[in-house]
């Protein structure tokens, strides 16, 4: 029987600007990546607030799946959990310069990593007509908040 959420710790688990979402992004084009979650013996969490921090104000979509393996054209394969978007009005600037900050409303999305890998499974897509930067002036952190399930 799983242990109630709210007796659960709170995480954070956030991907490296300098490793995760690195390379370009066409308009509704998309790149893949497995973060780390930096636990061992859950593999179910709730996330509970999703941030973006990004150099340029794009619309970004974060699509959530099980696996590694990501979407599959054999939709009884397909890993997708969950999609959430953050559009070009959502961001902000403090002193309106540098970097671009995204928040999500309250979430309460589970989240079942299926491959076991301790991983989050994760796409950004970029919404924007103007392509995401590769490098150092495409910069993209993605921030989650979240609370393991255990199981007793």
Known sequence: MPIGVDAAPLITIRSDKDIHFTGAIAQNAREDENIATGMKSSHELWIESITIISDQNLEFDLYFFSKDTFSNADLDL???????NFPVSAAKQIAAAGSYYYTSAALSLPYKDLDATAELHI???N???TGKNAGATGEVVVIISARPVYFS
């Open 127 to 129: 919404r924007s007509a």
């Open 123 to 125: 796409s950004l897509v």
């Open 78 to 84: 397909d890993a997708f959990i969950d999609v959430v």
